[in-house]
C-alpha cells in the first residue's frame, strides 16, 4: 500500500474522531459558544474533504488491484463524513431555532402569540444573511482547497514525468555502453583477423620458397 495513502488515512481518521467529539460537545452548548463551535466544526470538515480528495487522487495512480481496495476504504470514509455533515446540519439548526427563541424573549415577546410579520421577516432575514455569509466563506475556503488539491496532483504529475525523463536517460546511457564495448570488440576481431592474415601470409612463402629450393636441388643434380 502506498506509504502516502496511508499518512493522509491516517490524518483522516484523526480529524474524523477530532470531529465527532465537537459534534458531541457542540450539541451541550447554546448560544454564542455553539455557534463558534460549529463553525469550528465545518472548518474541520473542509480539511476532511481535502485529505479525502488528495487520498483518492494517490489511490487512482497507484496499480488496479491496490486501487480497488484503496477506493472501497474511500467509500466508507465519505459516508462517515457525509454523516458528519447531516449531525452538523441537525445542530445547526437546533442552533438558529434557540437563537430565534433568544431573540423573541430579549424583545419581550416571548409570551405572546402574534409576533408582527415585519419582526419575523426581519428575523428570518438576518439569519439568511448569516447563512449566505457563512456559505461564500466555506465556498472560497473549499476553492482554495481545491487549487491546493490540483497544485499537487500537478506536481506528482511533474515527478512522474521527471522519473520517466531520468529512466529514458539511463536507459540510453546504458545502449550508447553496449555500443561502446561492441566497438571495441569488432575492432579486437580486426586486429586478430589481420594478423592471422599475416601469419597464414608468411606461412604460405615459406612453403613456397621451400618447394622452390626443393625443386631447384632436383634439377641441379
Known amino acids: 500500500m502506498s506509504e502516502v495513502f496511508e499518512r493522509y488515512e491516517r490524518q483522516y481518521c484523526d480529524f474524523s474522531a477530532n470531529l465527532s467529539k465537537k459534534c458531541t460537545s457542540a450539541s451541550l452548548l447554546d448560544g454564542e459558544q455553539k455557534k463558534q463551535k460549529i463553525s469550528e466544526i465545518k472548518t474541520g470538515v473542509d480539511d476532511a474533504e481535502s485529505l479525502i480528495r488528495k ?3 494517490e489511490a487512482r495512480s497507484l496499480q488496479p488491484n491496490v486501487k480497488v481496495v484503496l477506493l472501497a476504504k474511500l467509500r466508507e470514509y465519505k459516508s462517515d463524513l457525509n454523516n458528519l455533515k447531516s449531525e452538523i446540519k441537525r445542530i445547526a439548526s437546533s442552533n438558529l431555532n434557540q437563537a430565534a427563541r433568544d431573540e423573541l424573549l430579549e424583545s419581550g415577546m416571548a409570551d405572546t402569540l402574534t409576533v408582527s410579520a415585519d419582526q419575523r421577516a426581519r428575523l428570518l432575514m438576518s439569519t439568511e444573511r448569516l447563512d ?3 456559505d461564500r466563506i466555506r465556498e472560497s475556503r473549499k476553492t482554495m482547497l ?6 499537487v496532483s500537478i506536481l506528482q504529475d511533474l515527478n512522474q514525468q521527471r522519473q520517466a525523463l531520468l529512466h529514458a536517460h539511463n536507459t540510453i546511457h546504458g545502449v550508447d555502453d553496449n555500443i561502446s564495448r561492441s566497438k ?3 575492432t579486437a576481431m580486426s586486429r586478430r583477423m589481420s594478423r592471422n592474415k599475416w601469419i597464414i601470409g608468411s606461412i604460405i612463402a615459406v ?3 621451400a618447394i622452390i629450393l626443393i625443386l631447384y636441388f632436383k634439377l641441379s643434380k
Not at 146 to 151: K, N, P, R, S, V
Request: proline share 0%; no cysteine.
Open 146 to 151: 481545491e487549487t491546493e488539491d490540483l497544485g
Open 132 to 134: 449566505k455569509s457563512s
Open 207 to 209: 612453403l613456397v620458397l
Open 55 to 57: 487520498m483518492d487522487l
Open 184 to 186: 571495441k570488440i569488432l
